[in-house]
């Protein structure tokens, strides 16, 4: 579905992240190819690098979709989540909002982590 306003009236800024080097080449060749360059950027992103997670700066909004695999994916995620939430230049209220198939190990653990 074709959005009827650029992205930029309502986004701020993006960054879009993956931990695989292969996808954040593609994710720059699509972000080049509908010069959306100058509002997203993209970073490599290991859920379980500290050193990385802190070089994300403001986040007000996690948004991921089909990435945990295991139950060492749920725990690096919920980690990465958790270290995002806790920066100390984000004031305010963050959302944390994902797709997840019932199906795989581990969604259950990172849900109830999640909720605690």
């Known amino acids: 579905e074709k ?3 650029h992205p930029s009236s309502y986004i701020n800024s993006l960054i879009a992240t993956d931990g695989v080097d292969e996808i954040v080449r593609g994710l720059k060749t699509n972000i080049t190819c ?3 360059e100058d ?3 993209v970073q490599h992103l290991n859920w379980s690098d500290d050193d990385e997670i802190e070089e994300v700066s403001v986040v007000d909004t996690i948004l991921f979709a089909d990435c945990i695999y295991n139950e060492q994916g749920a725990n690096a995620l919920f980690r990465a989540c958790w270290k995002l939430l806790s920066l100390d230049n984000n004031a305010g209220s963050c ?3 994902g797709v997840l198939p019932d199906f795989r190990v581990g969604i259950n653990l990172f849900e109830n982590k999640m909720q605690q």
Request: aromatic share 0%; glycine share 0%; hydrophobic share 60%.
């Open 95 to 97: 959302n944390v909002i």
């Open 39 to 41: 509002m997203i950027r």
């Open 34 to 36: 509908n010069n959306l």
């Open 3 to 5: 959005l009827d306003a």
